[in-house]
């Protein structure tokens, strides 16, 4: 069993940068590959990122590839998404998922999954 717990969310303008982190519990964390999800207003949610268990392995969005980034530290049992140069697109409520080892970008491949943070870009 794993709990996620993310934070870092807030209201930030066009062109800015956040970091969200997630937080899991549990001693197996370094075994789980990781993902950040997001959901819009009005859309379904939708794949940002993923990483595999080792962190040798990420997956992005077109939308976010080359402005976010994704990584963990096992040691501390967190991964965090790095977003640059943000839009008001990018405005969504951003979930943190975990499944074990292999990343995916399917979100019914994961299996547990945090309350989500919200984001919101002003343009």
């Known amino acids: 069993q794993v709990q996620l717990v993310e934070s870092g969310g807030r209201l930030v303008q066009a062109g800015g940068s956040l970091r969200l982190s997630c937080a899991a519990s549990g001693r197996t964390f370094s075994t789980y590959a990781m993902g950040w999800f997001r959901q819009a207003p009005g859309k379904e949610r939708e794949f940002v990122a993923s990483?595999?268990?080792?962190?040798?392995?990420?997956y992005y969005a077109d939308s976010v590839k080359g402005r976010f980034t994704i990584s963990r530290d096992n040691a501390k049992n967190t991964v965090s998404l790095q977003m640059n140069s943000l839009k008001s697109e990018d405005t969504a409520v951003y979930y943190c998922?975990?499944?074990?080892?292999?990343?995916?970008?399917?979100?019914?491949?994961?299996?547990?999954w945090g309350q989500g943070t919200q984001v919101t870009v002003s343009s």
């Open positions: 990483i595999n268990w080792t962190g040798g392995r990420t």
């Open positions: 998922a975990a499944r074990q080892y292999v990343a995916t970008t399917l979100q019914t491949d994961y299996n547990y």
